[in-house]
């Protein structure tokens, strides 16, 4: 097939999956862990002129995608479930109005315990979201409290159950390596978040931000002894209970994987808009990633016009080559060798010396057709990746 065709680079046979990605920025409070882009609510949310900015955004991104169906939708943030739900409606009609969505496209909506109201999720599943992703974290009100969030325990568990009630597709967030955590309180997040029933669970583990409350005044942390303990006790109790531990920090019931997400670990293409909001697209300049203007201020200024871009960069030979490898290693199962070419253009020996220390290193094992970090590499996939890095 001549790429040029479909205006595409060399070696690059057809355009990856597409998905889109929507950044909401307020939240009620900046939580102290938080580096995300997101924004203190101090005299409400501009909603209108805000989702008029994103309209200007998508519609001037089109001529970029002509003819590509999106796969997945997510509107994340901040919490965009301080969006209205008419804001809701009117953000979805938007996107179908611009952009064919495949049939049972995943769309999803991350939302606050906080901000969790059974009518409003009523209104969210009949606009169109299918999926809800919600910041739970933990059910400890002692460990809510020291992570700076707004809603407790029992808001918690009451959110899920709103939310499982109305969505067949639910996410729930935890983390772990709380300041003043022990193994025996995660031990008893696992078993609420179990009992639970959601269909997909995310566990990260608290990492110190830089520019982040925590990184000026740092809480006291579990070690990594006991981080380990508790990263492998998390690992056990979900494959007991039938969770599929696909992604490095995500488990799933079989079925409820996140396609989204999946997308960028199988370095995807995906639209980005929104204030902060980062995209990645393939061309025939070659894969190109942009961000947006991070404050909504400015972002609300500038949409629509050349303005609102804040940095866009060219992948080179040897950023493909990492940051292939950077997404498609956090994956458990590893990629299909010929994905790396169908995304890239490459071949195998734009990887080869890292491939081959990492070989040797047993932190990957490969056959004839695929790639995967071993439970070694798993543990420390940072230093695996390191290898890729020229």
């Not at 078993?191 to 566990?203: K, T």
């Not at 982040?212 to 942390?221: I, N, Y």
């Not at 990594?224 to 969770?243: F, V, W």
Request: proline share 6%; charged share 20%; net charge negative.
């Amino acid at each position: 097939m001549n790429t040029h065709v479909l205006g595409l680079p060399d070696g690059i046979p057809r355009p990856p999956p597409l998905s889109l990605y929507v950044h909401f920025p307020w939240c009620v409070r900046k939580c102290p862990y938080c580096d995300f882009n997101s924004h203190a609510v101090r005299d409400g949310i501009p909603e209108p002129a805000y989702l008029d900015a994103l309209t200007r955004d998508l519609e001037s991104m089109l001529p970029l995608v002509w003819g590509r169906s999106v796969e997945t939708v997510f509107i994340g943030g901040g919490t965009p479930s301080l969006m209205s739900e008419a804001g809701v409606d009117r953000l979805l009609s938007l996107i179908r109005a611009c952009l064919p969505l495949r049939p049972g496209a995943e769309i999803t909506l991350e939302a606050n315990p906080g901000t969790v109201e059974a009518g409003r999720f009523k209104a969210y599943r009949e606009a169109g979201i299918n999926r809800i992703s919600l910041g739970i974290q933990s059910f400890n009100d002692a460990h809510l409290r020291a992570l700076g969030r707004i809603h407790d325990g029992t808001e918690a568990r009451r959110s899920a159950e709103i939310a499982l009630s109305l969505f067949d597709r639910v996410n729930l967030d935890l983390m772990y390596a709380l300041p003043g955590q022990s193994l025996a309180h995660l031990a008893e997040d696992v078993a609420a978040a179990l009992a639970l029933g959601p269909g997909h669970l995310s566990c990260y583990h608290l990492t110190v931000e830089p520019n982040t409350p925590f990184a000026s005044a740092p809480p006291s942390l579990p070690d990594d002894e006991l981080s380990l303990a508790m990263q492998e006790h998390l690992e056990a109790t979900l494959a007991e209970a039938g969770y599929r531990h696909y992604e490095t920090s995500a488990h799933a019931r079989p079925g409820q994987a996140s396609r989204h997400n999946l997308n960028y670990w199988q370095f995807g293409d995906y639209l980005g808009i929104g204030a902060g909001a980062h995209g990645k697209l393939t061309g025939a300049g070659g894969v190109v990633r942009q961000s947006r203007q991070r404050h909504p201020r400015a972002y609300m200024d500038q949409a629509g016009t050349p303005g609102i871009v804040a940095e866009e960069r060219r992948l080179g030979r040897a950023d493909l080559a990492f940051e292939f490898m950077m997404n498609a290693l956090r994956l458990n199962d590893g990629f299909d060798l010929a994905l790396f070419q169908e995304r890239t253009g490459l071949t195998l020996q734009a990887i080869d010396r890292g491939l081959g220390q990492a070989l040797a290193k047993g932190l990957v094992e490969r056959d004839l057709h695929r790639l995967r970090p071993t439970h070694l590499g798993r543990r420390f996939l940072n230093d695996l990746l390191e290898l890729f890095l020229e």
